[in-house]
C-alpha cells in the first residue's frame, strides 16, 4: 500500500496554493504536515483524498492513477480541526453511519462498531448522544467513524486543535497506538512541532506552498537541510545572525570580529546566517568558547517553571527560553550567550552548511 504524489501542484487564479511536489507515503506510517497557517497542509491533503484536482501531476494510489477518481470512489477518510458528528444519532449509529451506505452487513456493521469502539475507549458510551460527551470522547467519535471505514489513507487535518490541553495530551498518546493496530497510512497536519516529534513517524515541513524536506521526524528536527525548514521546525522560530568568516576570525552583525570558536573554524571564508533555537540561549556563559551578544529586553513572558524572554538583537527579534522564572524589565540591556556547539550554519541563500555538532551527535 502506497500514496505517491509525482509533481502535484495547485493553483487557484493567480495564487499558487501547492508548488510542484512530490511525495510517497507507504503503508502503516504516521506522516506530518508541519507548517503555519497558509502554508498548504489543508490544500495538500484534500489533493490527496480527491476533493481537490492538481493543476499539473498525479496521484498515484498502490500503482493506480487516481488523479481523476471522485473522492467517493476512493478508499479515503478524513477528519477535521471541527469534529463533525450526527447529533440526532447515538454515538453507535455514528460509527456505523459510514458502513451502512456501503451495503455492508448487519452483523460486520455491529462486529467493526464495537472492535473501533472498544481500541477508541468509547464503549461505555454507545448508546448515548454525541452532545451528551466531552470534547474528547466527541472527537474520538469522529476518528473511530473515519476509522471503521478501514480506509487505506486516513487524513487528519489539525484534528486536536480545540480540543483542552488535557485532551490533547491524551489524545497525542492514543493516536499513534491507534495507527500502528489498524495498519492505514496516516496523514496528520499540525503547526506544532512538538506535536510533530510527539507524534513521531515522518514529516514534511511546509512554507508557502512547497515541501521543503521529508524524512523521519527526528532526522529533519535535528539536520534541517535549509534556513526555511529549521524556521518551521522549530517553536518559537529560530533565531538567526549574519556573520563573515576570515582567517581565523568571525565578524558578527552588530559586534566586534572574534576568534571562530568551534566548528566555526573550519568554515572557508565568506558570509554566512548561523541559527539557534530559543532553548540555547542563556543569560550566563556556561563555557569559555560561549558566544556573547548585546540585546535589548522587549517582553518576557512567565509559563510557571520557564520563561520566554522577546530581545532585539541589531535589529533581529529574537527569542529565548529560559529556566525559572526571571524578573527583568524591559527596555533594559542584556548580554546573552550561546554555545557554539548549537548553531547552525546556512548560506546566504538558507541552504544548510554546517549542521549543530549536539545534533550530529544525537
Same mark, same amino acid.
Given at each position: 500500500?502506497?500514496? @505517491?504524489?509525482?509533481?502535484?501542484?495547485? =493553483?487557484?487564479?493567480?495564487?499558487?496554493?501547492?508548488?510542484? +511536489?512530490?511525495?510517497?507515503?507507504?503503508?502503516?506510517?504516521?506522516?506530518?504536515?508541519?507548517?503555519? +497557517? %497558509?502554508?498548504?497542509?489543508? +490544500?495538500?491533503?484534500?489533493?490527496?483524498?480527491?476533493?481537490?484536482?492538481?493543476?499539473?501531476?498525479?496521484?498515484?494510489?498502490?500503482?493506480?492513477?487516481?488523479?481523476?477518481?471522485?473522492? #467517493?470512489?476512493?478508499?479515503?477518510?478524513?477528519?477535521?480541526? #471541527?469534529?463533525?458528528?450526527?447529533?440526532?444519532?447515538?454515538?453507535?449509529?455514528?460509527?456505523?453511519?459510514?458502513?451502512?451506505?456501503?451495503? =455492508?452487513?448487519?452483523?460486520?456493521?455491529?462486529?467493526? =462498531?464495537?472492535?473501533?469502539?472498544?481500541?477508541?475507549?468509547? +464503549?461505555?458510551?454507545?448508546?448515548?448522544?454525541? %452532545?451528551?460527551?466531552?470534547?474528547?470522547?466527541?472527537?474520538?467519535?469522529?476518528?473511530?467513524?473515519?476509522?471503521?471505514?478501514?480506509?487505506?489513507?486516513?487524513?487528519?487535518? $489539525?484534528?486536536?486543535?480545540?480540543?483542552?490541553?488535557?485532551?490533547?495530551? $491524551?489524545?497525542?498518546?492514543?493516536?499513534?497506538?491507534?495507527?500502528?493496530?489498524?495498519?492505514?497510512?496516516?496523514?496528520?497536519?499540525?503547526?506544532?512541532? $512538538? $506535536?510533530?516529534?510527539?507524534?513521531?513517524?515522518?514529516?514534511?515541513?511546509?512554507?508557502?506552498?512547497?515541501?521543503?524536506?521529508?524524512? &523521519?521526524?527526528?532526522?529533519?528536527?535535528?539536520?534541517?537541510?535549509?534556513?526555511?525548514?529549521?524556521?518551521?521546525?522549530?517553536?518559537?522560530?529560530?533565531? /538567526?545572525?549574519? /556573520?563573515?568568516?576570515?582567517?581565523?576570525?568571525?565578524? =558578527?552583525?552588530?559586534?566586534?570580529?572574534?576568534?571562530?570558536?568551534?566548528?566555526?573554524?573550519?568554515?572557508?571564508?565568506?558570509?554566512?546566517?548561523?541559527?539557534?533555537? &530559543?532553548?540555547?540561549?542563556?543569560?550566563?556563559?556556561?563555557?569559555?568558547?560561549?558566544?556573547?551578544?548585546?540585546?535589548?529586553?522587549?517582553?518576557?513572558?512567565?509559563?510557571?517553571?520557564?520563561?520566554?524572554?522577546?530581545?532585539? @538583537?541589531?535589529?533581529?527579534?529574537?527569542?529565548?527560553?529560559? @529556566?525559572?522564572?526571571?524578573?527583568?524589565?524591559?527596555?533594559?540591556?542584556?548580554?546573552?550567550?550561546?554555545?557554539?556547539? @548549537?548553531?547552525?550554519?546556512?548560506?546566504?541563500?538558507?541552504?544548510?552548511?554546517?549542521?549543530?555538532?549536539?545534533?550530529?551527535?544525537?
Amino acid at each position: 500500500m502506497s500514496l @505517491h504524489l509525482a509533481g502535484v501542484s495547485k =493553483v487557484v487564479g493567480a495564487q499558487t496554493h501547492i508548488h510542484p +511536489t512530490d511525495l510517497e507515503l507507504r503503508k502503516g506510517t504516521m506522516n506530518v504536515l508541519l507548517g503555519p +497557517t %497558509l502554508s498548504g497542509k489543508t +490544500t495538500l491533503m484534500r489533493l490527496m483524498a480527491g476533493l481537490d484536482q492538481p493543476n499539473t501531476g498525479r496521484i498515484v494510489w498502490n500503482g493506480e492513477d487516481v488523479t481523476g477518481m471522485r473522492v #467517493q470512489d476512493r478508499k479515503v477518510a478524513m477528519v477535521y480541526q #471541527q469534529f463533525i458528528n450526527y447529533p440526532s444519532m447515538t454515538v453507535y449509529d455514528n460509527i456505523a453511519s459510514p458502513m451502512k451506505l456501503m451495503g =455492508v452487513s448487519r452483523d460486520e456493521v455491529d462486529r467493526r =462498531v464495537r472492535e473501533t469502539a472498544e481500541l477508541m475507549k468509547l +464503549t461505555p458510551m454507545l448508546d448515548r448522544k454525541p %452532545l451528551e460527551l466531552s470534547g474528547g470522547q466527541q472527537q474520538r467519535c469522529a476518528l473511530a467513524r473515519a476509522l471503521v471505514k478501514n480506509a487505506g489513507l486516513v487524513l487528519l487535518d $489539525e484534528p486536536l486543535a480545540n480540543l483542552d490541553y488535557k485532551l490533547r495530551e $491524551e489524545l497525542r498518546a492514543e493516536i499513534p497506538r491507534i495507527f500502528e493496530e489498524s495498519g492505514s497510512i496516516f496523514v496528520y497536519a499540525t503547526t506544532e512541532p $512538538e $506535536e510533530a516529534l510527539l507524534l513521531g513517524g515522518n514529516v514534511a515541513t511546509l512554507w508557502e506552498g512547497r515541501v521543503t524536506q521529508f524524512g &523521519p521526524t527526528p532526522e529533519v528536527y535535528r539536520r534541517p537541510v535549509d534556513a526555511t525548514t529549521a524556521r518551521v521546525f522549530s517553536d518559537p522560530p529560530m533565531n /538567526f545572525f549574519d /556573520f563573515a568568516k576570515r582567517g581565523d576570525a568571525i565578524e =558578527v552583525e552588530g559586534g566586534a570580529a572574534r576568534p571562530a570558536p568551534g566548528a566555526m573554524a573550519g568554515l572557508a571564508d565568506g558570509r554566512y546566517r548561523a541559527g539557534f533555537r &530559543p532553548n540555547h540561549l542563556e543569560l550566563h556563559a556556561r563555557g569559555p568558547n560561549d558566544l556573547d551578544f548585546d540585546a535589548r529586553l522587549s517582553v518576557t513572558e512567565i509559563t510557571g517553571s520557564e520563561t520566554f524572554i522577546h530581545l532585539d @538583537h541589531a535589529g533581529r527579534d529574537w527569542v529565548g527560553l529560559v @529556566h525559572g522564572v526571571r524578573d527583568l524589565s524591559p527596555g533594559a540591556d542584556v548580554t546573552v550567550h550561546v554555545d557554539p556547539v @548549537h548553531l547552525y550554519v546556512f548560506a546566504e541563500d538558507g541552504a544548510l552548511v554546517a549542521g549543530a555538532p549536539y545534533a550530529e551527535a544525537a
